[in-house]
């Protein structure tokens, strides 16, 4: 039995259809079930990261875990309690999804959030897999509406380059984790093959949908306070403003040939992963 944290999330989804594809038993934690339209060999169970009695029941004769929770300031807290359900329940095996960078030595960055989780799994007594992904392909998700609208997608990072990675190639890597000791006690850089920024994302996107697409600079004062605006919790808000910066800076320029040692292939380009979605844009 495996369980699957964030089972209703873009990689937490597609990490379940997986393991279901396989016959292997999955269990997708929600802390709204009725989300779920459970396929043939998946189990949904309630779980709250704040709750620990709904943790351990979800951790209840799983043998594997697949940790992932949202970034923000109670993270760590989250991981801690998911992993202390799952030791209980004598779980050999977790993959955890950190991001990037966790550990380097920068200002506030979302890999911050990560670092205690990261700690708590290589302690933990479990057998390990940690994956540090870079930013999500699904990101350009967000300026669907301005693409639509014709409007320019915003940008906070200026022509600073990432290695963007398909969110299938993420969930994929994890099932791999999951399911042998191959990848044990490793940490595991998850990329893309390209080094793209947004306006390079933009310019794809375009080709994709038979427009041309474009792009706007936002001061990164102005992104702070439209967050605030939507209301997001200040610390967020400063991990993001931060995180953009050091992207625009080059920061985050880094291509990893994890995905493709442990997959045996290349990863997915951004173009596919545009042209797979391109429906979203139009």
Sequence with gaps: MILVTGATGTIGSETVRLVAAMGERVRAMTRDPAAITPAPGVEVVRGDFGEPDSLARAADKAEALFLLSAP???LAEHDEAMLAAARAAGVGR???VSAIGTGRDTEAWVGDWHLPGELAVRAG????????PSSFASNALRWAGHIRRGEPVPNTTGTGRQGVVDPRDIAEVAVRALTSDDHAGRVLTLTGPELLSVPDQAAILGEAVGRRVTTADV???VYREQMLAAGADPAFAEIAVNGSRLVAQGGNAVISEDVARVLGRAPRA???WAHDHRGAFA
Aim: no cysteine; glycine share 10%.
């Design 94 to 96: 977790v993959v955890k």
């Design 72 to 74: 923000g300031p109670r």
């Design 219 to 221: 001061p990164l004062e």
């Design 125 to 132: 007594g479990l057998r390990w897999t940690i994956l540090r």
């Design 270 to 272: 951004f173009s596919a």
